[in-house]
Nanobody, 124 residues
Framework: QVQVVESGGGLVQAGGSLRLSCAASGSDFSGNVIGWYRQAPGKEREFAAVVSPTSSMRWYTDSVKGRFTISRDNAKNTATLEMNSLKVEDTAVYYC?????????????????WGQGTQVTVSS
């Protein structure tokens, strides 16, 4: 069982950067897939990024690929999402998530644990 709490959201100018953090607790953080979802106003939650337990695999949705980097530190039970070259359309609530399988967690149906969300607002 894993609990995740995310932080680091805020207001940033387009083209700028933010780093989101996810602090985890529970019995098996290192064995879990960790990812990020986001939800823009009036939109469905969408998959953004995921990293496998040993960081051997990282997948990103096409809209953030090349701009966002997901990483994790199993010794510290933390994960991060570094966001660069931010665009106005990146504005959303971002959720740290955890699950069992890196391939399946790209579908919200297979997310086992959700954080409470942190707001990211990108202004022009």
């Amino acid at each position: 069982q894993v609990q995740v709490v995310e932080s680091g959201g805020g207001l940033v100018q387009a083209g700028g950067s933010l780093r989101l953090s996810c602090a985890a607790s529970g019995s098996d953080f290192s064995g879990n897939v960790i990812g990020w979802y986001r939800q823009a106003p009036g939109k469905e939650r969408e998959f953004a990024a995921v990293v496998s337990p040993t960081s051997s695999m990282r997948w990103y949705t096409d809209s953030v690929k090349g701009r966002f980097t997901i990483s994790r530190d199993n010794a510290k039970n933390t994960a991060t999402l570094e966001m660069n070259s931010l665009k106005v359309e990146d504005t959303a609530v971002y959720y740290c998530v955890a699950g069992t399988y890196v391939g399946l967690i790209r579908s919200s149906s297979y997310v086992d644990y959700w954080g409470q969300g942190t707001q990211v607002t990108v202004s022009s």
